[in-house]
């Protein structure tokens, strides 16, 4: 649907507009696609000093309408009329000026560019028809199972144990839900219509046609009978599948969000089609030689050829980590059954089929993975693993490579296994304190808003303090992938304390790995993985920290405040105007902590490396820009950064992140609202948490204390949400709406 509103705003200072102007637009781009709003607004947008200008474009960028004028629209230099679009491509504006007897406004013309709708295409591909019966017809045909069922005493036996077993599963799979080759076609947006609604529209059409011929009024009134019936049908068919797709999707919030857009005929859908652009050993190719040339980069920079496994001192831990121990049955049966069913196309039986049939398939599957802690060896068809491009990001150009990250996808059993593993790894790291203080990714209690709590607060109460502050947020390129074997080995032994069988486990576990690209029913070749730690893994996460255990040390030698998340690292250090010169320290810091991660396979991207300086605006912090610089390189200061998933402005008033926040939940809010009328209430309130509170509630701690302007802008998204959900009319008290809910206004839903 497209709108147009004009609107004429009186000169002089009216209180309400902004609010008022806010809800009305809010409720706008909710209902209606494609929105264009045009007039005179007396305001002077070309002021950035002028309040009033300074909160008319806050709001708009709030809730995602871009203003296109930019230059005066008036005899007096100053511009007031205004063209606002929501959904709409506006280009080639032009302001004419006419002649002053005409008016003293001028005129601005522009060019509107709305999307063709594209047709589905069909194409054939092969699938499996999984039913309720496939379990009981999979547990009839599978044999006796004892031969799986005495712990492996060789790696060879292991492996051929797990490749029999494999080999059994896909053959009893093959024959009670064989692959077959079906034409799939991406139908009209409909998937709710069902034999009973078609069977209603039939006969409503049929009546049409016979009133349509005979102008009987018993005809008319069938007609009219018909259709009510069939709109009646065709509602329940709705929320029925909707509630059943979000009960069992309700875990799952990025299919959610690829099917609500599909549902909304929105093109945010994250689902490219790249196999008219690349073939799969293109892909092959380019990920290989991406690790490659990073490589290779890196023993250039070396200072020698002789790299160093252990820069700083570590205490090697008193107790050492020798052995895992067997788990039992009981054990796995709950890490199975709690592991999500992600299936990969190397699984011999896909994962729900696996939690479905567990209780007679457990005991070999037991075995194998008991056999594999004893030996200290992983199964081959365990480090096999499929890589499936993903564009980083959907505007994107589909045919550039680059524009692709690599992500893999491993059996669903093998995952098992570095669970039972990473379990007891953890447990031994934290018992012993190996782990690094300032490391919040992938522990327990910790997470991306601890991390940015400690240094948000170190930061304030240096502004407090009334001292200058540079944050600068570190990035590696790849650096899951560059990661040395060899180093990683040495700093497990040396480092951590893992030595006999636990070591000649993670040794199998990262030698000899293979993988390949599946692109739209093609496969590539196998390429080995020389380096770095699987991504997709359970066990790649944590393996990389423990590989970056001496960088804390490192920083901490020249005094600098640092915290880590995964491989995102933030420094920071604090000083008053007149010793800026301490900011030294941090440049010898960068510098160290460049040759050390070149020392040890890590690239530090100096081109997207971040600096933020956080302070007053004065003469000290201009030439602070003017002089930083990084081993050489010139660092740009930015007016923002994102820090996991946060924006950073340089007085941390976090109004960047708000904007962000509310743009962001507008869209999905938009997208609900369609589907609005066929939901019931409780889906779409999930919905709603879903895509939008789960946004809000984003590091909101960090929102403590932030000023009331900003808590507004981020009550109009959820007083906009309210109305949504409860369908309660633009004009109505809103504070009654969120009482009904249960809902805590955001002010008090950050303090709570």
Not at 112 to 126: D, E, F, G, P, R
Not at 209 to 216: A, D, E, N, V, Y
Not at 577 to 600: Q, R
């Amino acid at each position: 649907m497209f709108v147009l509103a004009t609107v004429y705003r009186p000169p002089g200072h009216h209180t309400d507009f902004i609010k008022e102007f806010a809800d009305f637009t809010s409720e706008l781009v909710l209902a209606a696609d494609k929105v264009l709003i045009v007039g005179d607004f007396n305001i002077h947008v070309d002021n950035e000093k002028d309040a009033l200008g300074s909160a008319f474009i806050d709001i708009l960028n709030s809730i995602g309408v871009r203003q296109h004028v930019s230059g005066p629209t008036h005899c007096r230099n100053h511009t007031l009329d205004l063209i606002l679009s929501h959904g709409i491509d506006v280009d080639g504006v032009e302001i004419i000026q006419p002649s002053d007897d005409i008016s003293d406004h001028y005129l601005v013309l522009c060019k509107l560019h709305i999307a063709k709708t594209v047709n589905s295409t069909s194409c054939y591909k092969y699938g499996r028809t999984i039913t309720s019966t496939t379990k009981d017809c999979f547990v009839s045909n599978l044999p006796d199972v004892s031969q799986f069922l005495s712990i492996s005493k060789t790696s060879e036996q292991l492996d051929d144990v797990t490749e029999t077993m494999d080999s059994l599963f896909s053959s009893i799979l093959n024959t009670v839900a064989p692959l077959r080759l079906r034409k799939v076609k991406e139908k009209s947006l409909t998937p709710w219509c069902n034999e009973h609604t078609r069977t209603l529209k039939r006969a409503a059409r049929k009546m049409e046609r016979s009133w349509r011929k005979t102008k009987l009024e018993v005809f008319r009134i069938a007609w009219r009978e018909s259709n009510l019936s069939y709109r009646k049908a065709l509602k329940t068919a709705k929320s029925d599948y909707f509630s059943s797709l979000l009960e069992e999707n309700k875990h799952n919030p990025r299919y959610l969000f690829n099917k609500v857009a599909k549902l909304t005929k929105n093109k945010a859908s994250t689902s490219v089609d790249i196999s008219q652009h690349h073939s799969s050993n293109d892909f092959m190719n380019y990920f290989t030689s991406k690790v490659d040339t990073i490589r290779d980069k890196i023993v250039t920079m070396q200072p020698s050829a002789t790299v160093s496994h252990q820069t700083v001192h570590y205490r090697s831990p008193e107790e050492q980590f020798h052995s895992f121990s067997t788990i039992g049955e009981e054990e796995l049966y709950k890490l199975v059954k709690s592991s999500k069913p992600t299936t990969c196309m190397l699984d011999p039986i896909p994962s729900k089929l696996l939690k479905e049939v567990l209780p007679e398939v457990i005991d070999p599957l037991l075995t194998i993975i008991n056999s594999s802690l004893l030996l200290g060896y992983v199964p081959k068809s365990f480090k096999l693993a499929v890589i499936k491009p993903l564009i980083k990001k959907p505007q994107l150009d589909p045919k550039e490579l680059v524009n692709y990250r690599p992500i893999s996808n491993l059996p669903f059993l093998s995952k098992i296994l570095e669970k039972v593993v990473s379990s007891q790894l953890y447990s031994f790291l934290e018992k012993n304190g190996i782990c690094e203080d300032f490391q919040s990714g992938f522990r327990p209690y910790q997470s991306t808003e601890t991390a940015l709590l400690r240094v948000t607060n170190d930061l304030l109460l240096s502004s407090d303090r009334g001292c200058i502050s540079l944050l600068v947020l570190l990035d590696l390129s790849a650096a899951f992938d560059t990661i040395d074997h060899t180093i990683l080995l040495h700093r497990l032994e040396h480092f951590v304390g893992i030595n006999g069988s636990a070591l000649a486990w993670f040794k199998s576990y990262l030698y000899d790995r293979h993988q390949f690209v599946a692109v739209n029913e093609e496969v590539s070749y196998r390429s080995q993985v020389q380096y770095g730690v699987p991504q997709g893994s359970v066990l790649g996460p944590l393996l990389f920290t423990l590989y970056m255990l001496p960088l804390g040390d490192i920083i901490r030698k020249h005094g600098v405040s640092f915290h880590c998340y995964a491989d995102d690292t933030q420094l920071y250090i604090s000083s008053r105007p007149g010793e800026t010169y301490k900011f030294e320290k941090l440049t010898e810091c960068i510098v160290d902590i460049k040759n050390w991660m070149t020392s040890n396979f890590l690239l530090l991207n100096s081109e997207k490396t971040e600096v933020l300086i956080i302070g007053p605006n004065s003469s000290a912090c201009n030439d602070l820009e003017r002089c930083l610089s990084l081993d050489g390189c010139s660092l740009n200061s930015s007016s923002s950064v994102r820090n996991l998933g946060v924006l950073f402005d340089s007085n941390l008033s976090l109004e960047s992140h708000v904007s962000s926040i509310c743009k962001t939940a507008f869209f999905h809010l938009k997208n609900i609202s369609k589907l609005r009328p066929m939901l019931s209430m409780s889906n779409a309130e999930m919905l709603i948490h879903a895509f939008m509170t789960s946004r809000l509630d984003y590091c909101n701690a960090l929102l403590g204390g932030c000023s009331a302007r900003l808590v507004n802008k981020l009550q109009l998204v959820q007083n906009a949400a309210a109305r949504v959900l409860t369908r309660t009319r633009k004009y109505d008290h809103i504070s009654p709406v969120l009482s009904t809910l249960h809902w805590l206004p955001i002010k008090h839903r950050i303090d709570f």
